[in-house]
């Protein structure tokens, strides 16, 4: 099975730099995702990390470092949009669906 | 817009109600999945299509009852429901099953009350 733990609360102000972490357990890794959920929202598909290292795509970048079961989602220059749940999530590939186990979300606020 | 249409977007139902959840997706793809967000928890599966045949259960109470017609629509029929069933029904898809980099698209869901 899979755990994941990441922060449940996360408070920043506008165009600050926020980390949110995550820390797994599994029995069989195949890569970390990030996914955003605004209040009301569908989650989106974010980022995801399926080797060490980072990930940049324009002010959010991704980090893993599989060695220390360990990833964070890095928010640069943070807008008041950037509000929202924040999950990361691996890929369980002990069942037949592959299925993709979610952390309980990170929420983040962004105060002017 | 993601791309998966759900409806409908909010249902308040009694324990003895029959009720369904419709999903559509309008992306051409092969998984379909239904998902269950409680407050506070991890989002939980719990059913995965793949070519429309159902290829994981994730120990649901047979209460909720999937149906998929085809690869574009996803159904969750639900009856004799109870109150800790109250959640956000998140119904997603992917272009196919599981690889190691698939990304799922979301609907917005379903905000389900059971009273």
């Known amino acids: 099975g899979q755990s994941l733990e990441q922060p449940s609360e996360v408070t920043a102000v506008e165009g600050a730099i926020v980390q949110i972490n995550c820390t797994y357990q599994?029995?069989?890794?195949?890569?970390l995702s990030w996914y955003q959920q605004h209040d009301g929202g569908a989650p989106t598909f974010l980022s995801y990390?399926?080797?060490?290292g980072l990930e940049e795509t324009g002010r959010f970048s991704s980090f893993l470092s599989r060695s220390d079961s360990y990833g964070y989602l890095l928010l640069q220059e943070l807008q008041m949009k950037d509000s929202a749940s924040y999950f990361c999530?691996?890929?369980?590939?002990?069942?037949?669906?592959?299925?993709?186990?979610f952390g309980s979300g990170t929420q983040l606020t962004v105060l002017p | 817009e993601t791309g998966v249409t759900q409806t409908p977007r909010h249902l308040v139902m009694g324990m003895t109600n029959k009720k369904s959840l419709k999903c559509e997706q309008h992306?051409?793809?092969?998984?379909m999945y239904w998902y269950k967000q409680s407050a506070k928890k991890p989002l939980e599966l719990m059913f995965v299509?793949?070519?429309?045949?159902?290829?994981e259960n994730n120990s649901v109470p047979s209460r909720f009852s999937p149906e998929c017609p085809n690869s574009s629509h996803l159904f969750l029929h639900l009856h004799t429901l109870q109150p800790e069933d109250s959640a956000l029904y998140l119904c997603?898809?992917?272009?196919?099953?599981?690889?190691?980099?698939?990304?799922?698209?979301f609907g917005s869901g379903t905000q389900l009350s059971v009273l």
């Open positions: 599994t029995s069989g890794f195949y890569g």
């Open positions: 997603a898809s992917s272009q196919n099953l599981a690889g190691l980099n698939e990304k799922l698209f």
């Open positions: 992306l051409g793809h092969n998984a």
């Open positions: 999530a691996v890929r369980d590939l002990t069942g037949s669906a592959r299925q993709l186990t």
């Open positions: 990390n399926g080797l060490d």
């Open positions: 299509y793949s070519l429309e045949e159902r290829v």
